[in-house]
């Protein structure tokens, strides 16, 4: 345990060092062309230390009048260019510690403004103003504050030259209140220079931009308006000059938490003594959050707990690849785009705290849900000189798990995780006038395997990483992105010789000459390398097109995300764009695409064209569909290491209409299509909508529906096979899968700081199996059915569930691999920010499931049945209090 701690403190006392010096005398950088362009629009802020004004919404304080106004808006809908229809007002001010914000939202009549009361950054359709503020100056980067009519707060992080490049998960400790007059609606904001990060200089010039979006009349207005034929964001903005004399803060914050549960677990199974165990429990964290200097930040967590977070949706994956779900932990997802950049998937959060990855070889035994985050540590920031800095590291407890032997009716303890530490650092530099950007990015992941089973299953060591570069050209018009990577882990020959016939990688396959097997290997290498060219900006015409390729030995899955390796891929697509509307459409958009792939020995692997509509209508609608077709190649994993198979000509239609995001009730409409040359086919539908009232409920539904048979479903390898496909019988079936699907929403808003939130999703699925047979040949696309020639037959015994195939080489038995699955989860969460920056949660989750192999296809009262599944309910009570040391 001491070697991985120490681990994963010298590993950020590295990064400590590294910039130390950056950290004691910040580098300065001189104002590019594009910051010093005095044709751009600016506002002033004038200081107010004997005035302040009291953030009560109303802007009665007699400073606002005396403030120079930022008023002339300009439409980016419905009429791009032309002036607002609505008059906005908004002011500036500040004092040592905070920035103050003054608005003045006028509407012809008050009926029009459109809000729905909800939790912080939940602003749906409601009409909103929002400031997004470039502090570094940096013409890359920004924060964005925001409130809605009814006072809900916004906020987020542009990592990224990009409008839409949000992240959330940046929650600041600020304040702000709306209040309503006869002719407007008005905002005071507070936004403390604490939970700001900028150069550390006497006199700020900050990039500046607002927007307001006035849903009654579809209209968004921008103060620096940015065309939509043309890219960027914080590049594009005005400034905000007059502050002087404040410094930044060292922001040191902490933030305890105290948290007491309780789970119900009940199997399902009497026998189980596991089957109705009631665990009570009580813990205790901090979070903390310390300023290094003007620019960088680090965030640590001792004993994160969050049992606040919703569960992940309900799924039935029969494939052979790993399922992946989005990242749900505030602590992980805040500042998560500095981790990431151009190319493979090098970190993936959720590796941290995953489940565990062994299994007790026991007859009964705990089901922990996660592995326990014994701490973690980020350092994330942006030197002057437009150096980004991000890195985490994080350590994970050696799990153990209670179990009992019902031959020696004896409870004991299996090891199911050993202890294990994580690293991620990332930088990236910024340079000329367009913003262009160079990075470099590095991942370590070390096990304590102190076990025989942990030798066998889990690496010991894994490093990835690599440089990318992303250079833009006329005023980002252009865009060349590259990158280039490496991987290399080590660990036991077992070990290693399980991820080279992983689904990633099947080293295995005998048809493959330019790889081999080896199981004595202690280690694996691989690298990657990718290349893109796109035009993201013109009045019409946009395009791209790139290649990507990684090699065999490529490994990321240890600390990142790798569905397979030995792959080169190409793709290109041209798209005709129309944002002037017209006498039919708002604007539209026609897309052709193409894309290839092959593996390491030129075997072509898949080819698609596809053909792509989507538009706005006048009514604001909007629609799209697309047609792909795919034509028949040699696919190297549907034999899961076997030999290549041959895949069928294919085809898929999609189309889906969406209502205006203005209406109270919204709705979405999808519906998809496939089918290919060899039997197979699907389709699926869904919808979603949405009700929100002018008031404080917010509703929504989002039923989904779908049939799939896969006429080439992977069952099983068997021995005795014949020459043709190297002495393995490899066995496949129809499959027949249904799949019926409801998560239901309700937001309860109390007021902006209290808010009750229902989530839950009733799940059910069923497959059936039949026209079972085996591979003939390598590289055929047909099946030897059994039943259907004399040297073979199929029978089934019900007694046992068991399938017997027999053939002139011999039987092979299957357990019926037939499943009807039922699943219900929900999460119930009353969150109350009783003190600002402090939060208390009450939550009640529930996970249900159920098992059964009669295969008979699900319906609508399958999804009632759910409802009855055995399983667990959890029950929590956390509160926190954020304390500003400094």
């Not at 004691?24 to 802020?45: F, H, Q, Y």
């Not at 919703?310 to 992946?324: G, M």
Request: charged share 20%; aromatic share 12%.
């Amino acid at each position: 345990m001491e070697s991985c701690r120490r681990h994963g403190i010298l590993f950020l006392t590295m990064i400590l060092l590294k910039f130390h010096c950056a950290l004691g005398t910040p580098l300065s950088i001189e104002d590019g062309s594009a910051a010093a362009d005095s044709s751009r629009k600016a506002v002033i802020a004038v200081r107010c230390d004997a005035q302040a004004p009291v953030i009560d919404g109303s802007l009665s304080d007699a400073i606002w009048q005396t403030l120079p106004v930022a008023s002339d808006f300009l439409q980016k809908d419905p009429s791009e260019g032309k002036p607002a229809s609505l008059r906005t007002e908004v002011r500036f001010c500040y004092d040592d510690d905070a920035l103050y914000i003054g608005a003045t939202m006028y509407v012809d009549d008050p009926s029009e403004i459109q809000s729905t009361l909800s939790r912080r950054d939940n602003a749906g359709n409601s009409e909103r103003l929002l400031v997004s503020i470039d502090s570094y100056d940096d013409n890359r980067t920004a924060y964005t504050f925001g409130v809605t009519a009814d006072g809900v707060r916004i906020d987020y992080y542009h990592a990224s030259d990009y409008e839409h490049s949000r992240d959330y998960s940046f929650d600041p400790v600020w304040e702000a209140r709306v209040a309503r007059t006869s002719t407007a609606w008005t905002a005071e904001m507070r936004i403390p220079f604490s939970q700001l990060r900028f150069n550390n200089k006497d006199v700020q010039r900050w990039g500046l931009n607002m927007n307001r979006y006035i849903p009654f009349r579809d209209e968004d207005v921008y103060w620096v308006l940015i065309p939509k034929n043309e890219t960027g964001w914080s590049s594009r903005f005005g400034t905000l000059t007059g502050i002087h004399g404040i410094q930044p803060s060292s922001r040191i914050e902490l933030t305890p938490y105290s948290v007491a549960d309780f789970t119900v677990s009940r199997t399902g199974n009497p026998v189980d003594p596991f089957y109705n165990k009631i665990d009570w429990r009580g813990n205790v964290g901090i979070d903390m959050k310390m300023g290094l200097g003007p620019n960088l930040t680090l965030d640590a967590t001792v004993n994160p707990d969050f049992g606040q977070v919703e569960a992940d949706p309900a799924e039935v994956n029969l494939s052979a690849y790993e399922t992946y779900y989005t990242e749900r932990r505030p602590f992980f997802i805040e500042g998560s785009q500095l981790l990431s950049g151009e190319g493979p998937d090098y970190f993936y959060t959720r590796r941290i705290g995953a489940p565990p990855s062994l299994s007790p070889n026991a007859s009964f035994s705990e089901r922990p849900i996660n592995t326990t985050i014994l701490g973690a540590a980020k350092l994330s920031g942006r030197l002057a000189s437009g150096l980004s800095i991000a890195a985490l590291t994080a350590l994970t407890q050696r799990e153990y798990v209670e179990t009992f032997d019902r031959v020696s009716n004896k409870y004991s303890e299996a090891l199911v995780e050993p202890l294990a530490g994580y690293g991620v650092m990332r930088i990236q530099q910024e340079f000329g006038e367009e913003t262009s950007t160079i990075g470099a990015m590095i991942t370590g992941v070390q096990r304590d395997l102190n076990s025989p089973a942990a030798e066998q299953l889990l690496t010991r060591q894994a490093t990835s990483g690599g440089l990318d570069w992303k250079l833009r050209f006329d005023r980002a018009t252009y865009e060349l992105s590259g990158y280039a990577g490496f991987s290399y882990i080590t660990g036991s020959a077992d070990a290693v010789a399980l991820v080279q016939q992983s689904s990633a990688h099947y080293f295995q396959r005998q048809d493959a000459d330019y790889i081999d097997f080896d199981p004595t290997r202690t280690s694996l290498a691989g690298y990657t390398t990718g290349l893109h060219l796109v035009k993201q900006s013109g009045e019409h015409w946009i395009w791209g097109v790139g290649a990507s390729a990684e090699s065999p030995g490529f490994e990321i899955n240890d600390a990142g995300i790798l569905r397979s390796a030995d792959d080169i891929d190409t793709w290109g697509e041209l798209a005709y764009r129309e944002n002037t509307p017209g006498d039919l459409f708002h604007n539209y958009e026609v897309e052709v695409s193409a894309t290839n792939g092959w593996n390491f020995g030129l075997v072509r692997q898949y080819s698609s064209i596809g053909l792509g509509l989507q538009a706005m209508w006048k009514n604001y609608y909007s629609s799209s569909i697309s047609f792909d077709y795919g034509t028949a190649a040699l696919n190297d994993h549907l034999t899961r290491g076997g030999p290549l198979m041959r895949s069928g000509d294919g085809w898929n239609l999609y189309a889906n209409i969406t209502s205006s995001y203005s209406e109270d009730v919204r709705w979405n409409l999808w519906a998809s299509r496939f089918g290919d040359a060899l039997g197979s086919w699907n389709w699926s539908a869904g919808s979603w909508i949405s009700v929100r009232t002018k008031g404080w409920l917010e509703f929504s539904v989002e039923p989904s529906y779908l049939r799939n048979v896969n006429a080439r479903q992977y069952v099983m390898t068997a021995d005795n096979g014949p020459e043709d496909t190297f002495g393995q019988r490899y066995i496949f079936a129809t499959v027949d899968q249904a799949t019926l699907a409801a998560r239901f929403r309700f937001n309860f808003a109390f007021s902006p700081d209290l808010t009750l939130e229902l989530y839950a999703e009733p799940f059910a699925a069923s497959g059936a199996f039949s026209g079972f047979g085996e591979l003939p040949a390598a590289e055929s696309d047909q099946l030897r059915i059994y039943g259907q020639d004399p040297e073979s037959s199929i029978s089934y015994d019900t007694e046992s569930a068991m399938y017997d195939f027999r053939t002139e080489r011999g039987n092979v038995q299957l357990l019926n691999p037939d499943f009807n699955i039922l699943s219900f989860r929900s999460n119930v969460v009353l969150r109350w920010e009783w003190v600002r920056g402090s939060t208390l949660f009450l939550v009640w989750q529930q996970n249900r499931s159920g098992y059964d192999i009669d295969g008979n296809q699900v319906g609508p009262r399958d999804l009632l049945r759910s409802f009855d599944s055995p399983g667990d309910n959890f029950i929590a009570l956390k509160i926190s209090y954020w304390i500003p040391v400094t």
